[in-house]
T-cell receptor
Framework: DGGITQSPKYLFRKEGQNVTLSCEQN?????MYWYRQDPGQGLRLIYY???????QKGDIAEGYSVSREKKESFPLTVTSAQKNPTAFYLC????????????FGPGTRLTVT | SQQGEEDPQALSIQEGENATMNCSYK?????LQWYRQNSGRGLVHLIL?????REKHSGRLRVTLDTSKKSSSLLITASRAADTASYFC?????????????FGKGTKLSVIP
């Protein structure tokens, strides 16, 4: 059963704590992406990785960090430096050549109080 | 920003009617894709249209592209309640950062049974 999974679906944290969101795919895709979505808004790119051990900042990388040690996994850490972390976070993956056809996970809704 | 802009922001129709959503963008594109997002879920890729194509069909979906006007439209025929979702266009550009997709705020479609 191929796909992309994110866990957990809902996450609650206190302000000042770092939190790591999980993203795993078994589609054998080289490229992976993290997006943030705020209510009534489109998606904004946080980080992306085109290959293992390499990643690039997107439009809103400040306050976030990622790693890409394995092809299947692209965890996102929301640090205490992120000023407004409450949002819906979406992970996606694609082949390197068909980056426009991205497969999305179900998302993690993070609430920081 | 190189994101597409969807219009209208919200659309409410009766089941069985057709739904038309529009997308405008600012610079020359390689291709343009449409995605659907059900409430609280990840995005699903619907259809891609290349810059040298004018029209494309997939089931009840019809996409048109007018590169002279820098616009695209998505038509859903004979709508169903299950089509209720937000629809996003994502233009793809050449050049630096061309592997990134940028999403607008979407059109929120409500199909009333």
């Amino acid at each position: 059963d191929g796909g992309i999974t994110q866990s957990p679906k809902y996450l609650f944290r206190k302000e000042g704590q770092n939190v790591t969101l999980s993203c795993e795919q078994n589609l054998n895709h080289d490229a992976m992406y993290w997006y943030r979505q705020d209510p009534g808004q489109g998606l904004r790119l946080i980080y992306y990785s085109q290959i293992v051990n390499d990643f690039q900042k997107g439009d809103i990388a400040e306050g976030y960090s990622v790693s890409r040690e394995k092809k299947e996994s692209f965890p996102l850490t929301v640090t205490s430096a992120q000023k407004n972390p409450t949002a819906f976070y979406l992970c996606a993956s694609s082949t390197q050549t068909s980056y426009h056809e991205q497969y999305f996970g179900p998302g993690t809704r993070l609430t920081v109080t | 920003s190189q994101q597409g802009e969807e219009d209208p922001q919200a659309l409410s129709i009766q089941e069985g009617e057709n739904a038309t959503m529009n997308c405008s963008y600012k610079t020359s594109i390689n291709n343009l894709q449409w995605y659907r997002q059900n409430s609280g879920r990840g995005l699903v890729h619907l259809i891609l249209i290349r810059s040298n194509e004018r029209e494309k069909h997939s089931g009840r979906l019809r996409v048109t592209l007018d590169t002279s006007k820098k616009s695209s439209s998505l038509l859903i025929t004979a709508s169903r309640a299950a089509d209720t979702a937000s629809y996003f266009c994502a233009p793809s550009y050449s050049g630096a950062g061309s592997y990134q997709l940028t999403f607008g705020k979407g059109t929120k479609l409500s199909v009333i049974p």
